[in-house]
């Protein structure tokens, strides 16, 4: 068989060798150092995967707030992804009570966070990242739980509180409080939000008693001087946490004045807080004795020298001349004298 050679062979026999043995590592996406990432004419760029685009897809931590710092009081998201077989069903977690407390990190009045997983670790001043970072470390210590732990820290942020708080007493409204997700609510600022009843409270005794766990012994209660934090001395204020207790006494009195001397009932009466007590309305209570000298009767004031206050208690009660009988005030002491002659 005979074959026709076109003249064009002879012009392609230089380029054989170099058409059948490439140069290695040659490939339109592959690149040395230095070169230009200018692809051939007429081939197609590859687009970046998603997990080299976007680096927190690879580390969720990445994506956690590394700007503002946690607080005291602060309600924390807590999960480790890897306990996670599945994606979790929000409405499953929202009824199970227990598996949303332990996904609830408190910060305490310490700055500390709790949980079975890493025990006790200072978050007050940290990140949500700084703070997973510190807790991933401990738990894939060689003692720890996990080979590794992805922790993911944020601020709990369902609804628009993070607890609430009972307060009862001598307040204008009593029940439960929500406290602000976003807000470091003190004992006073949740009381000038609930209205203290001036008139009727006694500010400078009011009660914190806080929530423990269960079987504990319960604390002593903290006593919050709100008269005391309002001139600027805030040693007994505290930040709150949920299921915490305000109670603010009642006072029953405005005060109270005292008698002595020839009657029937010496001792203390208490002012009542809603009308005025006079001098007849002691000695109608405590009752004159059978020597008491009534038109003498001297009124003791708290904070008053000189000679006391006498009064005719006589004429008082048997004319009825009221602008004789003084309106008495907290600390005043009445005093009734014997006659000197029993006619």
Known sequence: ??????????????????????????????????????????????LPSPASADPARNNPMESLDDKK????????????????????????????????????????????????????????????????EEIKKILERPDGLYYQATVLISLATSGVSRGKVYISGAVGKPGPFDIPVNENMTASKALSSVGILEDRAAIQQIKLIRKVPEGAPPPEPV??????????????????????????????????????????????????????????????????????????VKLFRKGQKGEPMEIDMVKILETGEEENNPVLQDGDHIFVPKRLFNF
């Open 69 to 132: 710092p946690i607080a005291v009081g602060n309600l924390l998201e807590f999960r480790v992804l890897e306990d996670l077989d599945e994606e979790p069903d929000p409405r499953s977690e929202a009824n199970d009570p227990q598996r949303v407390a332990m996904n609830r990190l408190q910060v305490s009045d310490s700055g500390e966070v709790e949980h079975p997983y890493f025990g006790r670790v200072m978050a007050k001043g940290k990140t949500h990242r700084q703070l997973a």
């Open 223 to 296: 006593v919050i001087n709100l008269d005391e934090i309002r001139r600027g001395v805030t040693a007994s204020d505290r930040v709150l946490e949920p299921e915490d207790q305000i109670i603010v006494p009642a006072v029953t009195s405005r005060g109270q004045v005292s008698i002595a001397g020839n009657v029937a009932q010496v001792g203390n009466y208490p002012i009542p807080l809603d009308r005025e007590l006079t001098v007849k309305d002691v000695i109608v209570q405590a009752k004159f004795g059978d020597f008491a000298d009534k038109r003498r």
């Open 1 to 46: 068989m005979t074959f026709k050679i076109s003249p064009c062979f002879f012009l392609l026999l230089p380029l054989l060798p170099a058409l059948s043995h490439p140069a290695p590592n040659s490939s339109p996406f592959t690149l040395r150092v230095g070169e230009s990432a200018q692809p051939a004419e007429g081939t197609v760029t590859p």
